[in-house]
């Protein structure tokens, strides 16, 4: 054999195993996509496994494609009449279902950029067109002030009844949403929780359905501090807690316990105190008192500062009496109606030139339960009490941006993070912090090291 013909071998051979290896490649991604839209499946199914029409166009990925124009509600509506349904169920898919649907989306894509390449002047004048058709269509209607019921009257159809559609014409709720304000996944979940009207096949609220989200939504701007907690009158002698009001805590053990006490023995409870009652709330505030005096605490330590490495690692919230992690039942206030808070992570990594933080907020769901993840960065600040005038070091956080699923969004809009943002350290030792708000130290975070 000539040294040409084995040149010529040996280049059809790499050719072939070149060949087999795109091959290898464009199959690991096909199956990581189609992981990554399972998990997108979980979070947003319904506690059957199951996803609705609704719920497939509140989907993040395809408001965004909606809101751009780059799909259009008659494109949505036939790709999903054509993919198979559940059971024969007209409004539910399953996960098989979902798949196909994304199938039929990336082909609708792939051929529209085959069109565009050949009539982009075309498809610019078509848009062009759509975009001022939809803004004589869906005219924005802003309520100010206005009662609950005039704002129902001016979105309502024909039937006297408003969905999802009416409420793109509403202003103040689309700028919310435009904002960062509200979250497209916060609104779903309000929708959704309301019972719709009476033979409305489209799942539409009446009135009174209406007034319900509009109290909910606006309700999320209420402010949410002390007169949460002064909502109840319930007295520390009313309380089922088996503690009475002179039970003097002078140890951490002691401390603990009750925390544990009060956590253990109800499974329809929620974790860490979001659910805690005000006499709770209070032998919880005088056990936490004590511990601060205890001769352990190094935050009252004045021959010692502490350092980022003393805060350094993977900690575990137990309790908290914050009104508006109580208020959103979780830190990121992105609990479905039938779903519940399964508990928080603080992550704290410390360098010589980085500070990075992440919290892991587990949200319990059945099959669609899924983790939040909130990550930035932290320092700590010297501060002074604005109750006590006496110095203090505190954690300030500042969050960058937000992720669940195939969602990730800025975190400096997001409201339900604030009361975390900058809190006091009040205690600490090898494996216990408690912090406490800036501005309302009855407002007390307790976290426990776990790494």
């Known amino acids: 054999m000539d040294t040409s013909t084995m040149q010529k071998e040996d280049m059809q051979k790499k050719e072939e195993e070149e060949e087999e290896d795109y091959e290898l490649d464009e199959t690991t991604t096909s199956s990581e996509?189609?992981?990554?839209?399972?998990?997108?499946?979980?979070?947003?199914?319904?506690?059957?496994?199951?996803?609705?029409?609704?719920?497939?166009?509140?989907?993040?990925?395809?408001?965004?494609?909606?809101?751009?124009?780059?799909?259009?509600?008659?494109?949505?509506?036939?790709?999903?009449?054509?993919?198979?349904?559940?059971?024969?169920?007209?409004?539910?898919?399953?996960?098989?279902?979902?798949?196909?649907?994304?199938?039929?989306?990336?082909?609708?894509?792939?051929?529209?950029?085959?069109?565009?390449?050949?009539?982009d002047d075309e498809v610019d004048a078509t848009q062009s067109n759509k975009s001022k058709e939809i803004q004589v269509v869906t005219p924005m209607f802003y309520g100010d002030d206005l009662p609950p019921g005039v704002v129902f009257a001016e979105l309502a159809n024909e039937n006297a009844l408003v969905g999802l559609d009416e409420l793109k014409k509403w202003g103040d709720l689309q700028d919310m949403l435009k904002d960062g304000d509200l979250l497209p996944l916060e609104l779903q979940n309000m929708y959704e929780s309301i019972p719709k009207a009476k033979g409305s096949q489209d799942g539409k609220l009446d009135?009174?359905?209406?007034?319900?989200?509009?109290?909910?939504?606006?309700?999320?701007?209420?402010?949410?501090?002390?007169?949460?907690?002064d909502a109840t009158s319930v007295s520390i002698e009313d309380s089922n807690v088996s503690n009475a009001r002179g039970t003097t805590f002078s140890s951490k053990n002691q401390f603990l316990s009750l925390l544990e006490d009060l956590s253990c023995g109800d499974e329809s409870r929620l974790l860490c105190g979001l659910d805690g009652t005000e006499s709770e709330v209070q032998l919880v505030l005088e056990a936490a008192?004590?511990?601060?005096?205890?001769?352990?605490?190094?935050?009252?330590?004045?021959?010692?500062?502490?350092?980022?490495?003393?805060?350094?690692?993977?900690?575990?919230?137990?309790?908290?009496?914050?009104?508006?992690m109580k208020f959103h039942k979780s830190l990121s206030g992105l609990v479905p109606p039938n779903g519940k808070f399964g508990g928080l992570i603080q992550k704290?990594?410390?360098?010589?030139?980085?500070?990075?933080?992440?919290?892991?907020?587990?949200?319990?769901?059945?099959?669609?339960?899924?983790?939040?993840?909130?990550?930035?960065?932290?320092?700590?600040?010297?501060?002074?009490?604005?109750?006590?005038?006496?110095?203090?070091?505190?954690?300030?956080?500042?969050?960058?941006?937000?992720?669940?699923?195939?969602?990730?969004?800025?975190?400096?809009h997001w409201k339900s993070l604030g009361p975390m943002n900058l809190l006091d350290i009040s205690y600490l030792d090898e494996d216990l912090r408690i912090m406490r708000g800036t501005t309302s130290t009855d407002s007390i975070f307790v976290f426990k090291r776990i790494s």
Not at 210 to 223: A, N, R
Not at 298 to 322: C, F, H, P, R, V
């Open 33 to 119: 996509n189609e992981q990554e839209l399972k998990r997108s499946f979980r979070a947003i199914c319904n506690d059957e496994g199951l996803v609705s029409k609704t719920a497939m166009k509140n989907w993040n990925e395809i408001k965004e494609l909606l809101r751009d124009e780059e799909l259009s509600e008659e494109e949505f509506d036939e790709m999903w009449e054509k993919i198979p349904k559940s059971g024969g169920a007209a409004d539910l898919v399953d996960v098989d279902g979902f798949l196909k649907f994304n199938s039929a989306l990336d082909d609708l894509f792939e051929y529209l950029e085959e069109d565009d390449n050949d009539s």
């Open 207 to 229: 009135e009174e359905g209406f007034i319900q989200l509009y109290d909910e939504i606006y309700s999320l701007f209420e402010e949410v501090g002390d007169d949460y907690e």
């Open 289 to 324: 008192t004590a511990l601060e005096n205890e001769p352990s605490n190094m935050a009252n330590d004045s021959d010692k500062d502490i350092q980022s490495s003393d805060i350094a690692g993977e900690w575990e919230l137990l309790y908290t009496t914050s009104s508006t």
């Open 348 to 412: 704290l990594k410390a360098s010589k030139y980085l500070s990075d933080t992440e919290y892991v907020e587990k949200i319990n769901a059945g099959p669609a339960s899924f983790e939040v993840r909130v990550t930035g960065d932290w320092e700590l600040r010297s501060s002074v009490s604005l109750f006590t005038g006496s110095k203090s070091v505190c954690i300030n956080v500042v969050p960058d941006k937000v992720s669940y699923g195939l969602t990730n969004q800025k975190a400096d």
